[in-house]
């Protein structure tokens, strides 16, 4: 599986951003597809992510502002992301796995937040 991401760029504090992902080769495989991020000094961490049942995980501090959506085959995944703060600011990584042993990562967009 190979995963583009893209639509990062600079807003400001309040604006909205939304990432895509495109997903190709063997899709079918996924289990589960979303988003990491990785702000300087920090551990990368989980935004948001959906599985094949149709269930979906967030990170708390982007709950009801962060939306995370696809396409049924899973080869277009997207993240809507609403009143964006300046701690949201970081490198996104589109990301997934088969559910077994494959993880996949994509390369990562820069998204800044200013205040």
């Known amino acids: 599986v190979q995963l583009q991401a893209s639509g990062g760029g600079s807003v400001q504090a309040g604006g909205s951003l939304r990432l895509s992902c495109s997903a190709s080769?063997?899709?079918?495989?996924?289990?589960?597809i979303g988003w990491y991020r990785q702000a300087p000094g920090k551990q990368r961490e989980l935004v948001a992510s959906?599985?094949?049942?149709?269930?979906?995980k967030y990170e708390d501090s982007v709950k009801g502002r962060f939306t995370i959506s696809s396409d049924n085959a899973y080869t277009k995944v997207y993240l809507q992301m609403n009143n964006l703060k300046p701690e949201d600011t970081a490198i996104y990584y589109c990301?997934?796995?088969?559910?077994?042993?494959?993880?996949?990562w994509g390369q990562g967009t820069l998204v800044t937040v200013s205040s």
């Open positions: 990301s997934a796995d088969d559910g077994v042993l494959a993880v996949y």
């Open positions: 959906m599985s094949s049942g149709g269930s979906t």
């Open positions: 080769g063997r899709t079918l495989s996924i289990n589960t």
